[in-house]
């Protein structure tokens, strides 16, 4: 189960995520990132609270993140050991910005 909260401020939007971004969660991220990204210059999205990425949620991120290079910026923030391990051996911690 994946529970997404968001926080809209003017051009930024912070998204945060709790428990799994997997094959059957990834899709709920994809549809809610798709209805408010063109507005979005400043995207952070809050991994503190979610526990596992699997592909189906790294190429989410990675659709998200092709996005907002041709209009903003997107940030990962507060990125838990085990997620951080995932991004280390895909080689997302180059394709991201995490803080």
Do not use: H, W
């Not at 189960?1 to 003017?10: A, P, R, V, Y």
């Not at 041709?70 to 895909?90: A, D, H, L, P, S």
């Amino acid at each position: 189960m994946l529970k997404i909260n968001k926080t809209e401020e003017g051009k930024k939007t912070t998204v945060v995520l709790e428990g799994r971004l997997d094959t059957v969660t990834a899709p709920d991220l994809e549809k809610e990132l798709s209805e408010i990204i063109s507005d979005v210059e400043e995207l952070v999205l809050d991994f503190e609270k979610l526990d596992y990425i699997s592909s189906a949620g790294l190429r989410v991120l990675l659709s998200a993140q092709k996005i907002m290079n041709r209009q903003g910026t997107m940030k990962v923030t507060n990125v838990n050991k085990t997620v951080m391990e995932i991004f280390e051996v895909t080689g997302f911690c180059d394709i991201l910005t995490i803080e």
